[in-house]
Nanobody, 120 residues
Framework: QVQLVESGGGLVQPGGSLRLSCAASGKIFRIDTMGWYRQAPGKQRELVATITRGGSRNYADSVKDRFTISRDNAKNTVYLQMNSLKPEDTCVYYC??????????????WGQGTQVTVSS
């Protein structure tokens, strides 16, 4: 069984910073693309950023130049450094990963989500 566990969410003032972490555990052979998505109440889940195993990054236009995604392959962990946070960044943030539990057994996994609230 594979699990993704997020941490690092919380309450922050506008202009502040937070760092989210997501660690994968369980039967893991290899992790390909990892990413972060977010969902506000009453809205669809949207892409924030993704990073491939080789380090290629993709960002939503709304977070470019403010957020940075990174990963540590040795620790099966992905990070999201969020700077210059705005009230509209308030969402539940979800970790996502494509994980091989065997040579050919690939499945997409989601974390349980972590709340980020940007408010004064």
């Amino acid at each position: 069984q594979v699990q993704l566990v997020e941490s690092g969410g919380g309450l922050v003032q506008p202009g502040g910073s937070l760092r989210l972490s997501c660690a994968a555990s369980g039967k893991i052979f290899r992790i390909d693309t990892m990413g972060w998505y977010r969902q506000a109440p009453g809205k669809q889940r949207e892409l924030v950023a993704t990073i491939t195993r080789g380090g290629s990054r993709n960002y939503a236009d709304s977070v470019k130049d403010r957020f940075t995604i990174s990963r540590d392959n040795a620790k099966n962990t992905v990070y999201l450094q969020m700077n210059s946070l705005k009230p509209e960044d308030t969402c539940v943030y979800y970790c996502n990963a494509d994980i091989y539990s065997g040579v050919v057994t690939l499945r997409n996994y989601w974390g349980q989500g972590t709340q980020v609230t940007v408010s004064s």
